[in-house]
């Protein structure tokens, strides 16, 4: 089972301007773990991309929702959770719901010609997407060399 974690949460309206909000505070919390510049740049478009997809298509217009973004910060990796149901995530329930995703289930990612959930995928080690009430997006990035070590231990057991 994981060590211990920090976990960070912050609620913003479902608004353009607040997507850059949600990127300084990734910036920040990558920066405190030691991710490279690189790799913090690389979280920073994941997690706008997820951001702005849920902005762009999870409410009406005018219909004021909130996406919530989550971060959990372990020892190794770090996970952000981005969800358009407005909904606060309960971490643990969250990671044993959360399971791959089909590809017609990733619509709402590629509509009006975005790159979203492929280029998401191709920043992140891991991403999982969930359908129930509302779409929520899980990322993973492992710390450099963190992620070779748990595959090979996944490995000799």
Sequence with gaps: MDAAFDYIEMKVPAKAEYVGVVRL???GIASRMGFSYEV???????????????????????????????????????????????????????RRETGPYSEKESVEFMR??????????????????????GVSVYMTKYLEGEQVELNAEKIST
């Design 40 to 94: 913090i740049e690389d979280i920073k478009i994941a997690t706008s991309e997820a951001v702005t997809n849920a902005v762009q298509h999870a409410y009406k217009a005018n219909e004021g929702g909130e996406v919530v973004a989550g971060f959990a910060l372990y020892e190794n990796r770090l996970e952000v959770m981005v969800s358009d149901s407005g909904k606060s995530f309960d971490l643990k329930k969250a």
């Design 112 to 133: 009006e010609g975005g790159l979203g959930l492929y280029l998401i995928e191709s920043l992140m080690d891991e991403v999982n997407v969930q359908l129930n009430q």
């Design 25 to 27: 505070t990734i910036s």
